[in-house]
């Protein structure tokens, strides 16, 4: 059985005066394993019981229905064409612009969507992280770098439009929205904040101006299905050879 522990450490301070600096003496702690055996505290389980009602509440609400399990493969996966379809789609609504491409990093995605109902819960769970959709306007020879960095690591999701090969480690046969990758063209790209900052070894990215209206991906995605669904449409996405290994 796991079991976990909480440890309380006490700082003994030394104080001479209201103006003098403050010495650590002594450093105490003490573990508290927390099992089975332990009790619940009825009176806090009372106090949070509303709470945590309106949270599952609100985690269980059914916005969308996925025809397929979708899960996370590399180089391309069903789920992410979604996220990455998302990130494109969502940040022309947000932004009012048209925008050329939208990624998510292969490391964001922590979950998966089974086949059946898709919840408020299910998108927290697939990304749990607050991070933001921004937009970015690069040159065609950033762009190359940071796909480059995606092959490399074996591939990350891209939006529909774009279709690239992976040779040795590099993004070869780039086509966006049906023509080669033109290094002197700019091109609008939809990503994460954590990305587009430079994570994921993203260097390439980090000091290129973002646009960012607060907006989680996390509610892209969610107002993503429940578009979907709006228009009676499923979840419904295949491997269509956005992204190939190529001898």
């Not at 998510?104 to 697939?126: A, C, D, H, W």
């Not at 063209?185 to 290129?208: F, K």
Request: glycine share 8%; with cysteine; net charge positive.
């Amino acid at each position: 059985m796991n079991r976990s522990f909480f440890s309380f450490w006490t700082l003994i301070f030394w104080i001479s005066s209201c103006n003098s600096t403050q010495t650590v003496t002594t450093v105490q702690y003490k573990d508290y394993r927390i099992e089975k055996s332990v009790q619940p505290d009825t009176a806090i389980v009372r106090m949070l019981a509303p709470y945590s009602a309106a949270l599952n509440e609100s985690m269980n609400k059914v916005i969308g229905f996925s025809n397929n399990q979708l899960s996370a493969k590399q180089p391309e996966s069903g789920l992410g064409n979604f996220m990455a379809d998302c990130m494109r789609s969502m940040a022309e609504k947000k932004f009012d612009r048209r925008v050329d491409a939208g990624f998510m990093n292969q490391g964001g995605i922590r979950s998966y969507i089974p086949k059946g109902n898709i919840t408020v819960g299910r998108i927290f769970e697939l990304m749990p992280f607050d991070n933001l959709l921004v937009i970015q306007e690069v040159k065609g020879s950033v762009l190359q770098q940071f796909l480059d960095k995606m092959a490399a690591d074996g591939g990350w999701p891209v939006s529909a439009g774009l279709t690239m090969g992976i040779k040795d480690k590099k993004a070869v046969n780039v086509q966006i929205n049906g023509k080669p990758l033109d290094a002197t063209v700019v091109y609008v790209i939809a990503n994460s904040d954590y990305v587009a900052n430079g994570g994921s070894d993203c260097e390439m990215l980090r000091r290129i101006p973002q646009q960012n209206k607060g907006y989680l991906i996390r509610d892209a995605l969610i107002d993503f299905v429940a578009d979907l669904t709006r228009q009676g449409k499923p979840l419904d996405y295949q491997i269509e050879n956005r992204v190939v290994h190529v001898d």
